[in-house]
Structure formats: structure tokens, C-alpha cells
């Protein structure tokens, strides 16, 4: 077989999603991985993404040359740190085409269909990406854990554990709630046990938390509504940063954007709009050079 | 030579004085090195801890044999974690004899004379302590990077970088102060730079900025004030869960005690009362017995 091949990844700090097209657009097979976020993972994402390509290749007998006639559209968190993209083009395969971006691009291509638009990923991160014209494109937030990345599962999570600290220590007892008694269900009762939980805790074990927030604000808990509230500022924030005029269209993608949806500020869900397509297609419009490569935009100060 | 010699460490996440006694009391020596928090340095905190005393031991000529008579008396950040503090004592040399115990056991020693009394440590992180009685003791906050460690310099530090991080982004433009300015300065001008200073940045890199942040308070910038008096609230309240009656004396230790004091709630600057001794001389009475082994009362729920 000599036809070409398009391998399409969508990659997070938490999980990944690969997907494989034929030369006519046809998806062969789509398949969930771990973590391939350039910060999180470093050049061991190919790991991830080729073992991924391997096994939708077997499901399909393709010969084992394919990698020769692969072309690859692959968008990552991380991208968009000049040092850890090099580093991750470097340890590429020998391959028919190889094209990187941040997983924000492919996601605004997806959900705007390469017209100008913005989105914000709300997932294990957070970031706001906007494409201005062709190729051009500006960046808000993506700044990752611990300084960044408001409104995303980690922060979400995180605000959740600090309140489930200080009630450990006797800082909070008065505004305890039945989040704080699930949270801790998950973290550990004593001292020792939240400090093993902490210990090198990467972002998504954070982010694990946040559909327990959530759950528990759409129950009306006063606490888990507090967090939810305040995230869906910080992405408001995210969103007039990009886009104050609000002149171009907005899609909130990521695992967290529809259960977050019912607790953002009511102007941005007005706002916003559901993506065309997944970030997977914007992946395959990267990997058909049917997207000008990433260029960002850096602000000035 | 026979007689019993003293090593007393006073070890945080930054770095950790290392001093040593005579069977008299008296100070032989004392030297600065790096960290040996075992949450930053796990067992390596030896090397740092062995590498100090053999240099100590060497300015006064002692005999090759010196361990066996060392007593030591070790007070560690993170040795409040059960697992850290059992894989420290495991992997420790052959001595006269060995006492490890928290840093803030050490401090509240030393601040107290071993009477009850309460601090709070303010340095590259941050915790609360009392000593009830002798040996019982209450620990508050300590909760480590990045989800405590309220008002101390990695806390500060990040505060200042989050805000320089906004600003960069185009999402905090309206209140840019010289401390923004300044802090950009050290951390980058451009996101790549900022990215590459945040990568695996440890709690230390946060609270290098803290003096600069306190600095700029002092001179009145707004935004390093409200990042400050933000720090006073939260140690006031480690203080309130300390002592809610304030019944106990309490003095406030570690590299940003007196630095942040002018910015401190007024009720708790007058609460604080200078402390007795350094730290390091409540190592000296662990080391030599004078002070029973700690024994936290962990807090019930």
C-alpha cells in the first residue's frame, strides 16, 4: 500500500486522542492514549503517539512501511514552548510529513473550520486561542501548573484540596460542606495521607477532582459553587483577553467546557457557540497542509 | 579524641544551618549549605547535612572517629510526613545518637526556651506551631507548594509571577506597576522565556523574588503592597488557628519574619514578641536531650 496516510493527534496533559484517515479523508480508526503534553511528557510523547499509530495500523493490515507514507498533523499542549517543540520535532521519526502545533490551533481550526475564531480549552489546563487570519494567531493564558491554567480541572481541583487542607488544620471548620467531606473521602482523612496524595502531584491528579466540584455545585453546594463561579470568571477573563470586542466567534472546548457550561457568566455563554468539528479535525486539516503552519502572534508589552 | 560532640541542623527548602557543639555547649562552628527539607531532598539531605560536618569538623582538627561520638539533633522541613521522616532515619549513619524532628519543633524550641509557646515559620514555605506541653505539640498549615504555604516567599513569589505572567498575556494590563516591571525582568520578557523560567520551577525559585516584592511594598508600590498585606492576612491566620485566645506567646521565624513584619495585621505585630534563641539552639537541647521527642497532636476532624 502507497497511499498516503494522515496519523492525527490531540494531545493533553491527561489523555490523547489519536486518529488515523486515509488518503481520502476516511477515518481508519481513532484511539485514547495517555498524556503526550510536551511539559507533562517531553519527546517520550512519540512513544504514546507511535504505539498509538501501531495499533490502528495492525487493525487495518497495513504493510509495515507505513510510516513512509504517513503524514502527520499533531497538536500539542506544550507546543507552544519554543525549546520543548524543537526538542519534539528533533526526535521524529522518519515519516512522508510531519507537522506540530499546539493543541489550542488544532482545536481553533476544528471549531471555526480555519476561519477566523477563538477558543478556549478548558481541560486538565486552560487556555484562550484565538486565529485572527490565516495562520495568524494570538495565545491567552496555557501558562500550566502552578501559576496559570485558571478555570481548568487542576486549578479546579486545586482550590478544592487547599480548602480540604485548612479543615485538616482547623483553618476552615465553619464553611465545611459535603464537598469538602467527599474531597477528602478521596485525598485521605489524616495529615500524612493528604501529604502522601501532594507528594509530586502532577496537574491531572488535581484535574481528577474537578468532576467531583462540579457534581457536587450542580447540587447546589455552596462551597463547590463558589469554585465553579470563580472559574467561570477566570475563563470570562481568558475570553475578553482575546477577543474584547467580541467581534469573532467563541467555542469552549476540553473535557471540562460542557459540564462548566451551566456555571459560566451568562455573557459568555451567550457568547459562546458549539465547535463545528473536534480538535482531531482540525489535526487532519494540519495533516492535509489544508492549515497554514502555526504563527503566532507573541504580544508585545 | 572522646568527648561527645553536638551537631544541631536547622534544614529548610532554600537552605540549612548546620552547627556544632562541644560536650560544653559550646559552639565549634557553624556553616550555611543547601536544602535538606526532605520534601525537596529526600535522603540526599544527608550528603548536604555529612558534607557540613565534616567540614566543621575539619576546621578543628577532630579525629576520623568524630561520628561516633556526634549526637545529633535535626529539625527538617517535611519530616512531619511520617514516610519522608522514616526513609531520613533509615538511611542515617552510624552515630552517638539521633534526634530528628520538624523544623518548626526546632524553632518553637529555640523561640520558647522549650516552654509553651507558638511559631510561625515564614520562610520559603510556611507552617504554624505550638507547643502545648512539653512534647505536644499543634501543626498548621505546612501544607507545601503548591497548594499551601500561605504568606511565605514561594507563595509571595508566585503571587508576583502570576500577575507578570497576566501581563504578558494582555490580561492585566490597566494595573502594571514597577514591580511588574522589575519582576519580568528576572523571569523574561517573552512567553517563551517566562515558560522556560516556570519549567520545573521548585518552590526556592518562586521565593527568590519575595525580597524583591517586599521591596517594592516598602517603597509603596500598589501592587507589591496588596500581594504583601494579602501575605499578613493569611499568617495572621495560622496564628489565629495556632492560639484562638492568643494565650501563648508567639514569635515569628525564617528569612521573611522580619522583612514582612512593618506589613502584618497590627493585632498580630502586636502579639509577636522577638524570639528567645535561634532555631539551630533548639536543635542543641533535641541533640543533647533537653527536649522530649516531638509528639504532634494531629488534629481530629
Known amino acids: 500500500m502507497d497511499a498516503r496516510l494522515y496519523c492525527c493527534v490531540d494531545g493533553g496533559a491527561s489523555n490523547t486522542r489519536v486518529a488515523l484517515y486515509d488518503d481520502t479523508g476516511h477515518r481508519i480508526g481513532l484511539t485514547v492514549t495517555g498524556p503526550t503534553s510536551l511539559t507533562v511528557r517531553g519527546t517520550e510523547a512519540w ?40 526538542k519534539f520535532l528533533a526526535a521524529a521519526p522518519s515519516a ?24 478556549i480549552i478548558v481541560g486538565t489546563g486552560s487556555v484562550g486561542y484565538r486565529i485572527e487570519a490565516a495562520g495568524r494567531c494570538r495565545l491567552v493564558g ?14 479546579i481541583g486545586r482550590q ?11 483553618r476552615y471548620r465553619s464553611s ?32 481528577d477532582l474537578a468532576p467531583v466540584v462540579v457534581e457536587f455545585a450542580a447540587a447546589g453546594d455552596i462551597a463547590a459553587l ?26 469552549l472546548v476540553g473535557g471540562l467546557a460542557e459540564p462548566l457550561r451551566p456555571f459560566l457568566p451568562e455573557r459568555l455563554q451567550r457568547w459562546a457557540r458549539e465547535p463545528r468539528e473536534e480538535p482531531i479535525s482540525g489535526a487532519l486539516m494540519l495533516a492535509q497542509g489544508r492549515a497554514p503552519e502555526e504563527t503566532i502572534m507573541w504580544q508585545g508589552r
Request: hydrophobic share 45%; proline share 4%.
Open 47 to 86: 512513544d504514546e503517539i507511535l504505539a498509538a499509530l501501531e495499533t490502528l495500523s495492525r487493525a487495518v493490515s497495513l504493510d509495515g512501511e507505513y510510516l513512509a507514507h504517513t503524514h502527520f498533523g499533531i497538536g500539542l499542549a506544550g507546543a507552544n514552548n519554543n525549546s520543548q517543540r524543537e
Open 142 to 155: 496555557g501558562w500550566g501548573f502552578p501559576i496559570g491554567d485558571e478555570g481548568s480541572g487542576a486549578w
Open 226 to 251: 463558589d469554585i465553579v463561579g470563580e472559574a467561570g470568571r477566570e475563563i470570562d477573563a481568558l475570553a475578553d483577553a482575546l477577543d474584547p470586542g467580541r467581534s469573532v466567534p467563541l467555542s
Open 96 to 119: 512522508g510529513a510531519l507537522r506540530v502545533s499546539t493543541d489550542a490551533y488544532i482545536a481553533a481550526l476544528g471549531a471555526h473550520g480555519g476561519t477566523p475564531g477563538a477558543v
Open 160 to 170: 478544592a484540596v487547599d480548602q480540604a487542607a485548612r479543615i485538616l488544620d482547623t
Open 176 to 207: 465545611v460542606t459535603d464537598l469538602h467531606r467527599a474531597i477528602i473521602e478521596r485525598t485521605g482523612h489524616s495529615r500524612d495521607e493528604l501529604l502522601g496524595w501532594l507528594l509530586g502531584a502532577p496537574p491531572a491528579r488535581f484535574a
